[in-house]
Nanobody, 113 residues
Framework: QVQLVESGGGLVQAGGSLRLSCAAS????????MEWHRQAPGKQRELVAI???????NYADSVKGRFTISRDNARRMVYLQMNSLKPEDTAVYYC???????WGKGTLVTVSS
């Protein structure tokens, strides 16, 4: 049974950093691509970052150079390091296994100006 539990969100000032974590059970990370998405108030959910099974990464233009996705296969964890945060990064952040229509509860990130 797949379960994704996101954590690490909180309130941070603009320019600050946060590290989000996603605990993935029921998923073999080494053979699956994983994603981070976010949904800001009143907006559609958007893809923020993806890491393939081979370790390649890709990012939305809005976060490129500021966010880093990584994973620890042995610990079944996926991370999103967020630096130089901006108020427009405020959103609920979700992790997801590519191709699987399952979403955890997410973790709220609020960036104050």
């Amino acid at each position: 049974q797949v379960q994704l539990v996101e954590s690490g969100g909180g309130l941070v000032q603009a320019g600050g950093s946060l590290r989000l974590s996603c605990a993935a059970s029921g998923i073999i990370l080494s053979i699956n691509a994983m994603e981070w998405h976010r949904q800001a108030p009143g907006k559609q959910r958007e893809l923020v970052a993806i890491i393939t099974s081979g370790g390649s990464t890709n990012y939305a233009d809005s976060v490129k150079g500021r966010f880093t996705i990584s994973r620890d296969n042995a610990r079944r964890m996926v991370y999103l390091q967020m630096n130089s945060l901006k108020p427009e990064d405020t959103a609920v952040y979700y992790c997801r296994r590519t191709g699987l229509d399952y979403w955890g509860k997410g973790t709220l990130v609020t960036v104050s100006s």
